[in-house]
């Protein structure tokens, strides 16, 4: 994680001593979770939460996901992070994904719940990969989103929480 951090230190032009005291810890533990020569120390699963509440920066915690829970972490590869052009990557990611869907065999399949064979195992992981570079990108469309707003997306989160729950999107052990 020291690259991703060091990402965000750059970011956010926070220092490692401020993020150090923001977080309670010596100066020198952050160095060490940000060397990028292949020494850095592991940030614990204890750290990792501090950094994520001190930091509120919704990239460093989808990486902060990724590493501790192997959740899709934000996209920082080829693609353009500009809002209009993530939009166009949702619809070509989504309509992948509909096309997956149609397939009238596994469609038969997610309706009946029959036993599950090769071709139709090929047919399913193929279509949730689709899902999960769908999701990918929606995720990253509302960093996007949420950045313009000024926010993280822990921050809109909490704002909705209550909202969602009585939506019924969420059980109501508002966490």
Not at 84 to 101: G, H, I, T, V
Not at 121 to 143: G, H, M, S
């Amino acid at each position: 994680m020291p690259r991703e951090i060091n990402q965000f230190l750059s970011r956010t032009g926070i220092t490692k001593r401020t993020l150090a005291k923001d977080m309670h810890v010596v100066a020198q533990t952050i160095t060490d979770w940000t060397k990028e020569d292949g020494s850095a120390k592991n940030v614990t699963a204890e750290n990792a939460v501090r950094l994520n509440e001190v930091a509120n920066d919704s990239s460093l915690a989808q990486t902060i996901g990724y590493y501790y829970l192997g959740l899709p972490k934000s996209m920082d590869g080829d693609y353009s992070l500009d809002l209009s052009k993530l939009d166009d990557l949702r619809d070509l990611e989504e309509d992948e994904r509909d096309e997956k869907q149609s397939d009238r065999d596994l469609r038969r399949f997610l309706c009946k719940g029959t036993e599950l064979d090769e071709t139709i195992y090929e047919k399913l992981l193929d279509l949730a990969r689709e899902q999960a570079e769908a999701c990918i990108v929606n995720n990253q469309y509302l960093f996007a989103l949420c950045e313009q707003l000024g926010m993280s997306v822990m921050e809109l989160t909490e704002m909705f929480m209550d909202r969602w729950i009585s939506d019924g999107y969420f059980g109501g052990d508002n966490v």
